[in-house]
């Protein structure tokens, strides 16, 4: 081992040159150490107030429960605009938005790099998907594509805004305004699309799904949330879930309801209310610690950013990347990616893998229907992005330089390690 490279690990000071052996990966000391990084959901004892308020109130479901109503009023608050239903999960959101449109049309456009639980509830409303590739820089649906194919039978676009981007797709949004095909957005990581996002406006949408998973912004277990002005969506959500007691406390048993139980889960509330009220700060931590690591990562080379640098209103649920190969001396495809993720994760940077296939291949209604080679930037983006996963306070700038120095670290080494 490099004693003076090991003795001071943590500074990847100038005129230093790592060679392969200074890398965690072969024996060499991490550059991040063990017990530096706070995992999300950075659970605090102000977590176990909110609670115990739900202990001391003697009651643990009822969708009209006062913490839930608080919470949703809060939250429609915070975002303006909305009104707010807290229901069980941001796939419960996604599926409630869906089953409200789906006498419109029998197909829902959305794109091909996608999370499962947004999909998932197209073929649960008995609608169809019509996946779309995405475009390179954030991974959202191909705007113009997605224009060019509105055609009769289209009864939504779902819209999935993936790791705190946000999917503004203007020409997409008027052309689906002028064919009257309803805009359903998945911000299900991306909290601060609930807001105005767009000089100063709010995006165009007919209904905003959200989670509160413990993974996500609210990080409150298990919760989600319909955003719309659409006030009989709002009432659609009893009429899709199961109302044994109304939003005003008398017990009734909806004689249309579809009887699932998509009722937000109070504990989760809790939570959440407390999250919410503390939004900003946390939206406002990712966002610096987000600056410092681009900051210091942006000029090396064969790395791109999966999100837009100048987007100040960017959630940063996460902190994708994507590597391009070739720059590096490697051969198209995977194996560049694969070999720095297995470097940063040594070194303790907390990055990962996101999903390795199209959307449609994880799912039982749409497997083997769909050809990866159909969506050439999904299978570049699946091939080459990773994303490091702990951006949000309390880890702060310091931590985030702690990155920086693995990325460097890393960087020096690949030529020894590609030759
Ligand atoms: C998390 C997530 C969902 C599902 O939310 P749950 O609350 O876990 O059901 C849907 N879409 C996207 C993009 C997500 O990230």
Same mark, same amino acid.
């Given at each position: 081992?490099?004693?003076? @490279?090991?003795?001071?690990?943590?500074?990847?000071?100038?005129?230093?040159?790592?060679?392969?052996?200074?890398?965690?990966?072969?024996?060499?000391?991490?550059?991040?150490?063990?017990? #530096?990084?706070? $995992?999300?959901?950075?659970?605090?004892?102000?977590?176990?107030?909110?609670?115990?308020?739900?202990?001391?109130?003697?009651?643990?479901? #009822?969708?009209?429960?006062?913490?839930?109503?608080?919470?949703?009023?809060?939250?429609?608050?915070?975002?303006?605009?909305?009104?707010?239903?807290?229901?069980?999960?941001?796939?419960?959101?996604?599926?409630?938005?869906?089953?409200?449109?789906?006498?419109?049309?029998?197909?829902?456009?959305?794109?091909?790099?996608?999370?499962?639980?947004?999909?998932?509830?197209?073929?649960?409303?008995?609608?169809?998907?019509?996946?779309?590739?995405?475009?390179?820089?954030?991974?959202?649906?191909?705007?113009?594509?997605?224009?060019?194919?509105?055609?009769?039978?289209?009864?939504?676009?779902?819209?999935?805004?993936?790791?705190?981007?946000?999917? !503004?797709? $203007?020409?997409?949004?008027?052309?689906?305004?002028?064919?009257?095909?309803?805009?359903?957005?998945?911000?299900?990581?991306?909290?601060?699309?609930?807001?105005?996002?767009?000089?100063?406006?709010?995006?165009?949408?007919?209904?905003?799904?959200?989670?509160? +998973?413990?993974?996500?912004?609210?990080?409150?277990?298990?919760?989600?949330?319909?955003?719309?002005?659409?006030?009989?969506?709002?009432?659609?959500?009893?009429?899709?879930?199961?109302?044994?007691?109304?939003?005003?406390?008398?017990?009734?048993?909806? $004689?249309?309801?579809?009887?699932?139980?998509?009722?937000? +889960?109070?504990?989760?509330?809790?939570?959440?209310?407390?999250?919410?009220?503390?939004?900003?700060?946390? !939206?406002?931590? #990712? #966002?610096?610690?987000?600056?410092?690591?681009?900051?210091?990562?942006?000029?090396?080379?064969?790395?791109?950013?999966?999100?837009?640098?100048?987007?100040?209103?960017?959630?940063?649920?996460?902190?994708?990347?994507?590597?391009?190969?070739?720059?590096?001396?490697?051969?198209?495809?995977?194996?560049?990616?694969?070999?720095?993720?297995?470097?940063?994760?040594?070194?303790?940077?907390?990055?990962?893998?996101?999903?390795?296939?199209?959307?449609?291949?994880?799912?039982?209604?749409?497997?083997?229907?769909?050809?990866?080679?159909?969506?050439?930037?999904?299978?570049?983006?699946?091939?080459?992005?990773?994303? @490091?996963?702990?951006?949000?306070?309390?880890?702060?700038?310091?931590?985030?330089?702690?990155?920086?120095?693995?990325?460097?670290?890393?960087?020096?080494?690949? $030529?020894?390690?590609?030759?």
């Amino acid at each position: 081992m490099n004693k003076q @490279v090991s003795s001071k690990p943590l500074n990847a000071a100038k005129g230093v040159t790592h060679n392969v052996a200074s890398l965690a990966l072969f024996g060499g000391t991490p550059a991040v150490p063990p017990g #530096r990084v706070t $995992p999300w959901p950075a659970a605090t004892k102000k977590h176990l107030t909110a609670l115990a308020a739900v202990v001391e109130s003697g009651r643990y479901h #009822r969708v009209n429960h006062y913490i839930v109503a608080n919470l949703e009023e809060r939250l429609a608050r915070w975002a303006g605009n909305w009104a707010v239903r807290a229901v069980g999960s941001g796939t419960a959101a996604v599926h409630i938005a869906l089953d409200y449109y789906k006498h419109r049309g029998s197909r829902v456009l959305t794109s091909a790099l996608n999370w499962p639980g947004a999909v998932g509830p197209i073929s649960i409303s008995g609608l169809e998907p019509t996946f779309v590739d995405v475009e390179l820089n954030l991974a959202g649906i191909e705007p113009y594509t997605a224009s060019e194919m509105l055609e009769p039978g289209v009864a939504a676009v779902l819209t999935t805004h993936l790791f705190g981007n946000n999917i !503004l797709a $203007p020409n997409l949004r008027v052309a689906a305004r002028a064919k009257d095909v309803p805009l359903i957005d998945d911000v299900c990581q991306s909290i601060a699309a609930t807001t105005p996002i767009v000089d100063g406006a709010y995006i165009d949408s007919d209904v905003l799904a959200l989670s509160g +998973n413990g993974a996500k912004h609210l990080g409150a277990g298990e919760l989600g949330f319909v955003l719309t002005k659409d006030m009989s969506l709002i009432e659609h959500v009893d009429q899709v879930s199961l109302a044994s007691s109304s939003r005003e406390g008398a017990r009734i048993f909806s $004689p249309n309801s579809q009887g699932y139980n998509y009722r937000p +889960n109070v504990f989760s509330s809790a939570v959440a209310d407390y999250r919410v009220e503390h939004l900003d700060r946390q !939206l406002q931590g #990712r #966002r610096t610690n987000a600056a410092t690591l681009w900051q210091g990562i942006r000029h090396l080379p064969g790395l791109l950013p999966l999100f837009d640098p100048s987007d100040k209103h960017n959630s940063v649920l996460s902190f994708p990347l994507r590597i391009v190969p070739e720059e590096l001396g490697f051969p198209p495809g995977p194996a560049a990616r694969d070999l720095i993720l297995k470097l940063l994760q040594a070194e303790g940077v907390p990055v990962w893998l996101w999903l390795t296939k199209p959307v449609f291949e994880y799912l039982p209604s749409t497997r083997g229907k769909w050809s990866k080679g159909d969506f050439p930037n999904t299978m570049m983006l699946l091939d080459t992005m990773f994303y @490091v996963s702990e951006i949000a306070p309390p880890n702060d700038v310091n931590v985030m330089k702690l990155y920086v120095n693995a990325f460097h670290k890393i960087w020096e080494a690949l $030529p020894n390690l590609t030759s």
